[in-house]
């Protein structure tokens, strides 16, 4: 299982800044408006600020993890289930974490066509869910990771 990372270098910057920002409404309150602002006024704008902070800086954490996807790797033998070609490529995108749906629009086929192709899979690698499948075929090595090129 994948966990997502924050990197120190983000976490660091979003604290001094949200300390910073601190600083700045108490100095604010005490001094600079000299009390025309009241404080839940100046909360209110810090919150903001650190939110939009926050977002800031996930969306560019986000932007900079690199695509990793799982795919088939149909040289190693390990299809022990004997999935057809189809059955693969259905595969590989459900561990990709496509939906149903637009697996179906992705392979240029029908809903009920991938649903049938789903359920072929999990009858021949005896699990029930989507999960299970993909867990099966990466504990196998049917499923390996790879990064995007």
């Known amino acids: 299982m994948a966990y997502l990372y924050m990197p120190k270098k983000a976490l660091i910057l979003y604290g001094v800044i ?47 993890q690199p695509g990793r996807h799982l795919r088939i790797d149909a040289d190693n033998n390990a299809n022990l289930w004997a999935l057809s070609t189809r059955e693969l490529e259905v595969l590989e995108l459900m561990a990709s974490g496509h939906t149903n749906q637009e697996i179906a629009d992705l392979l240029f086929v029908s809903l009920p066509t991938i649903k049938t192709h789903s359920s072929n899979i999990y009858s021949k690698m005896h699990v029930k869910r989507r ?19």
């Open 18 to 64: 949200s300390a910073g920002v601190m600083i700045a409404i108490n100095a604010g309150r005490l001094s600079v408006f000299g009390g025309m602002v009241r404080f839940e006024i100046y909360l209110s704008i810090a919150g903001f600020l650190l939110i939009l902070l926050g977002i800031f800086i996930g969306v560019q954490w986000i932007s900079a």
């Open 131 to 149: 999960t299970q499948a993909v867990q099966e075929g990466i504990r196998t090595g049917l499923i390996m990771p790879h990064t995007k090129d």
